[in-house]
């Protein structure tokens, strides 16, 4: 257990639609990230979060968008849903210098 | 960031110690070698980072060859609970001022055979 949560567990959406997903970073930590893991491969860095101002995005489009919150939480926004967006999406939480981050369980999104 | 080669799956019976290879020859003098490992249907999970001397802490140890380019990381005693995916990640130290960004290549499965 890290300290670190994610909403929902499980998500199933419609080609098209639009998702929200949501991570509580564990306590006193000041840096989101997240990262994209589709099956079979190793997580995707997608961007990361420092005092709610975005601080290095990885390839992806800007459909993928995020927000953090004065609390260090934060979510992940995905417009116009598309059939590769099906992955598990994982929240990374930390202090800003440090080497180790958390992560939490992840969501799983299904995209049909 | 520089790249890092593994070995696709390992295997290793319970008990004994279990070496994972890593190779990274195109590592900068200022880049990090961390290790995490991610068991099935969790996130990943943070094991041990070193520069060039060799580290050890709870979960396991890390060497380092001396010209960097390779190294190994070592499961003393391997339980069950340690099958997962292992992922060797080589980047620029925070204080670097790069994002602390992880980039995960497809790791090595490590199976512990009872």
């Known amino acids: 257990e890290t300290g670190v949560t994610q909403s929902p567990t499980h998500l199933i959406k419609t080609r098209g639609q639009q998702v929200t997903l949501r991570c509580s970073s564990q306590s006193g930590h000041n840096t989101v990230s997240w990262y994209q893991q589709a099956l079979g491969q190793g997580p995707q860095f997608i961007f990361q979060y420092y005092r709610e101002e975005e601080n290095g995005r990885g390839n992806f489009p800007p459909r993928f968008s995020g927000l953090q919150f004065p609390n260090y939480s934060s979510e992940l926004n995905v417009n116009a849903l598309e059939l590769d967006d099906s992955a598990l999406y994982l929240c990374a939480s930390s202090p800003r210098w440090a080497d180790e981050q958390y992560f939490g369980p992840g969501t799983r999104l299904t995209v049909t | ?114």
């Open chain 2, 1 to 114: 960031d520089a790249k890092t080669t593994q070995p696709t799956s390992m295997d290793c019976a319970e008990g004994r110690a279990a070496n994972l290879p890593c190779n990274h020859s195109t590592i900068s003098g200022n880049e990090y070698v961390y290790w995490y490992r991610q068991i099935h249907s969790q996130g990943p999970q943070y094991i041990i980072h070193g520069l060039k001397n060799n580290e050890t802490n709870e979960m396991a140890s890390l060497i380092i060859t001396e010209d960097r380019k390779s190294s190994t990381l070592i499961l003393p005693h391997a339980t069950l609970r340690d099958t997962a995916v292992y992922y060797c990640i080589v980047r620029v130290g925070v204080y670097g001022g790069a994002t602390n960004k992880l980039i995960f290549g497809t790791g090595t499965l490590l199976a512990v055979q009872p």
